[in-house]
């Protein structure tokens, strides 16, 4: 568009409401006159009409596309905000060749755009991502490869968020989503508010925690490192052992929550052993989906000093205590009926029960009946993981001092054929160095390639979760999640002015379109001002 000696290029929009902010069933936006720019100097001077009163804004682009001058915004008509003139459907606004800022910047370069029956929608989160998780105690994975991690930190909310098998974030069902039905959450304990809202209760202000049970509040961290199990439709998961301030927890229990973030009436699970037993609770779903194995707890304060040489087992629709399933809670032992401080448990697809026996060096198989069917040589093992299709075994190994108890993660063939018997094995098939913050890890073998997920509670990069493919059976390298940068936990809203039409080149607004135009003159003498 050609105005005298100077142009530049206008962009402008002609549409309905993204969010309306008129009457309903009010009809599209027009402009009675096109906008049209002028300049001189630096000064330029933007004009448009229209044909009745709507929502307009001006804002200035630089050559990227970016927003660097939001002019003027407000309904026009007879309450229209300065700098739009009040009482009027026709507008001139005029732009002094500064950013928001009060900076100059490249007239020439830049674009006017002017927009019309504009509405508000969601753009995007500032300072945070889904994924963006504080510390992680717990991973695990579900048969179609989606990702559920666990995250908790001193004084922070515990959150569950789900991540499919690339990494991308689908959703967070800790809190719940909030456009879950009050029906589905209401054995949370809600507050009916006088305009029908229901709001969940604060229960430690501290952690700002309205979950039962589900904060913890030591220096250390949250929750403790754990093994989360899926039961079905339900992620199962454990509470603290150590409080500090005002927090007040129960007895070491599990924490029960359905997968699209529902709080079952069971929320508050079976609790373990009836006291605040320590210890990095490592749970496996039983075969018949109703209940789950748990080991790695024991006697003491902060940390276990006395461990429970026994693997419990309990219904979820239980009260509890957990019942010791195999080995005595009391009596360390060897063979084939007793453990010495037993830690990480996992349940293959054939039903038979794995069973890290930490101080015995070795990994136990038992069948689904609780039968032993043979044992596997490996050095201080900790968590297990195992492989959806070939069985392979994946663990933690190697004595170190809390809370980490591993030096490093070792794959080890399958132990049992298709048939699900015991056909020895459980050879080294590779090795990963690894290191003290890494407490938490999940193996995803639903697809090719299999993929190792590793957390994190310390972290000085802000990247708390790691993905690894394997290649040709062997460990591949590890890479974080996150790109570097997505740390700060705080998070504002930001929300972009936009219109059903085309809002620009490099971010096209949903909806059809009912009009626009562009428009572009030649250089003057003076410079591209375009």
Request: glycine share 14%; aromatic share 8%.
């Amino acid at each position: 568009m050609n105005m005298g000696t100077y142009t530049m290029r206008v962009r402008w929009l002609l549409c309905l409401a993204a969010i309306t902010l008129l009457p309903a069933g009010a009809a599209a936006a027009e402009f009675a006159a096109k906008p049209s720019v002028t300049r001189s100097g630096d000064e330029v001077q933007i004009s448009f009409a229209a044909r009745e009163a709507r929502d307009a804004t001006v804002t200035i682009e630089d050559a990227r596309g970016a927003v660097v001058r939001h002019l003027a915004s407000g309904v026009l008509g007879r309450g229209a905000p300065p700098p739009f003139r009040a009482g009027s459907l026709t507008q001139t606004v005029v732009w002094d060749g500064t950013d928001d800022a009060g900076r100059k910047v490249d007239v020439a370069r830049c674009t006017v755009r002017v927009g019309l029956g504009l509405g508000a929608r969601f753009d995007r989160i500032l300072g945070w991502r889904g994924e963006a998780v504080a510390a992680v105690c717990g991973l695990t994975v579900d048969g179609t490869g989606r990702l559920y991690v666990l995250s908790s930190a001193y004084k922070k909310p515990t959150r569950i968020c789900v991540l499919d098998r690339r990494g991308r974030y689908l959703r967070s069902i800790m809190p719940y989503p909030p456009g879950l039905a009050a029906e589905k959450v209401k054995h949370l304990g809600l507050l009916e508010l006088a305009d029908g809202r229901s709001v969940p209760i604060v229960r430690n202000p501290i952690s700002f925690a309205f979950y039962p049970d589900a904060y913890g509040s030591v220096p250390a961290g949250g929750l403790g490192a754990q093994t989360m199990t899926l039961a079905g439709d339900r992620l199962v998961f454990s509470n603290a052992w150590n409080f500090k301030y005002a927090a007040k927890g129960s007895a070491r229990r599990l924490l029960v929550l359905g997968t699209d973030g529902s709080v079952p009436a069971n929320y508050l699970g079976p609790v373990i052993t009836g006291k605040r037993s320590p210890g990095f609770l490592h749970l496996a779903a039983a075969p018949d989906g109703k209940g789950v194995y748990a080991a790695g707890v024991g006697d003491g304060g902060y940390k276990v000093t006395r461990p429970h040489h026994a693997v419990y087992r309990v219904a979820l629709d239980s009260p509890g205590p957990a019942r010791a399933y195999l080995g005595d809670p009391g009596t360390p032992g060897r063979g084939e009926k007793h453990f010495n401080d037993p830690r990480g448990v996992a349940v293959d697809r054939h039903g038979n029960l794995y069973v890290a026996d930490n101080a015995n060096d070795r990994v136990v198989v038992f069948d689904p009946a609780g039968r032993y069917l043979g044992q596997a040589a490996v050095d201080k093992p900790g968590p297990l993981a195992l492989h959806q299709r070939t069985d392979e075994i994946y663990a933690l190994s190697g004595a170190k001092a809390f809370p980490a108890q591993a030096t490093r993660l070792l794959k080890l063939s399958a132990v049992v054929g298709a048939d699900g018997q015991w056909v020895g094995g459980g050879e080294t098939v590779d090795s990963l160095k690894w290191d003290y913050s890494r407490l938490a890890f999940a193996v995803d073998g639903t697809a090719d390639p299999t993929v190792v997920w590793v957390g994190c509670w310390l972290s000085k990069t802000g990247r708390f979760l790691y993905r690894m493919e394997e290649a040709g059976g062997k460990f591949g390298k590890l890479r974080p999640v996150l790109p570097p940068g997505r740390r700060r936990s705080c998070t504002a809203a930001s929300w972009r002015w936009t219109g059903a039409g085309r809002r620009s080149t490099r971010r096209p607004s949903a909806g059809p379109a009912t009009g626009g135009a562009r428009a572009s003159g030649p250089a003057s003498t003076g410079g591209p001002a375009r």
